[in-house]
């Protein structure tokens, strides 16, 4: 059975002031939640967020990652130094890496490595364009970037990873996939992986991403493939979260 998870993508955005209030008030309403959540709020702001967590249960991660342990990489930040600031996850592949920095799959594989070797565990997002949607080309895509991950380091690496299905028209626009939609790539996406090792596919949760709301969570949640949610702008409102949060738990 796959605990339901539910991560928030905080973005570019947080102040020292506003993540206390938004951090104090989902550490009272989360405990109990038999789902998994998470908070990934941007670098600066991890040591904050890991002091404020504290015990709550709620778990940390981060946005992005070098591919690189150490060395002469000025800007980046490794694994085993998101580590020690308490992050369990790691973003990697996320539409926004992938169109504004030019991430290409094989960047994000070297990613979800050093993520995995620095004892982090990967979120690998994938995702189709609307443009690629349009064509037809919304399986072929996904497939892609999945098989990219699996074909250089092993079916067997996503036991220790989550994917979030992110349809790119989706992600901060409103408009969001339908249950429907999205429960079609969710079961391409085990598929894909069960054709490989049906027991890794039966175990990794599949979360879907793309303007989540409280209107919506509930029924996203219920289809069979989608194992809970990453959640963008609603991640900023602790009332909208924690109901998201709920639909799951
Ligand atoms: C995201 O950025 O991962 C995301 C899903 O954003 P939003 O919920 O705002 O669409």
Redesign the pocket.
Known sequence: MRRKFVAG?W?MHGTLQNNALLIDALKVSVAGLACEVAICPPYPYLAQAAALLGSSGIQLGAQNLSEFVSGAYTGEVSAPMLGEFGCRYVLVG?S?RRAIYGESDSVVVAKFAAAQAGGLVPVL?VGESLEERQAGKTSEVVSRQLAAVIDRLGVSVLTKSVIAY?PVW????GVTASAGQAQEVHQAIRSQVAALDPVVANGVRVLY????KPQNAKELFGQPDIDGG?????ALVAGDFLAICRAAG
């Open positions: 993508n973005k996320h926004e997002c992110e989706a992600i901060g626009t991403g793309g303007s989540v990453l959640i963008g702008g609603a």
